[in-house]
C-alpha cells in the first residue's frame, strides 16, 4: 500500500490505523445478497484527518 507518512492537513508525523464498526461495511451493488468489506482507514492521530480508505476484501466486489 503506498501511503504517505504526512498529514496533508496539518503536517502530522504519526499516522494510525483503524475499522468503522457497526453495520459500516460496502456492499457490492452487483450482488443481491452479500456482506460486503469493512473500510479501513489510514488517518492522523493528531488531527483525526482521514487520509486513505479502503475496503478489507476487495475481491468481493468483482463482477465474474
Given at each position: 500500500?503506498?501511503?504517505?507518512?504526512?498529514?496533508?492537513?496539518?503536517?502530522?508525523?504519526?499516522?494510525?490505523?483503524?475499522?468503522?464498526?457497526?453495520?459500516?461495511?460496502?456492499t457490492p451493488t452487483h450482488?443481491?445478497?452479500?456482506?460486503?468489506?469493512?473500510?479501513?482507514?489510514?488517518?492522523?492521530?493528531?488531527?483525526?484527518?482521514?487520509?486513505?480508505?479502503?475496503?478489507?476484501?476487495?475481491?468481493?466486489?468483482?463482477?465474474?
Amino acid at each position: 500500500m503506498d501511503t504517505t507518512d504526512t498529514c496533508p492537513k496539518c503536517g502530522g508525523k504519526e499516522l494510525g490505523r483503524g475499522k468503522q464498526n457497526g453495520y459500516a461495511v460496502v456492499t457490492p451493488t452487483h450482488k443481491a445478497i452479500s456482506f460486503g468489506s469493512e473500510v479501513e482507514h489510514v488517518l492522523c492521530t493528531d488531527c483525526g484527518f482521514i487520509i486513505e480508505s479502503y475496503v478489507k476484501q476487495p475481491e468481493k466486489f468483482k463482477t465474474k
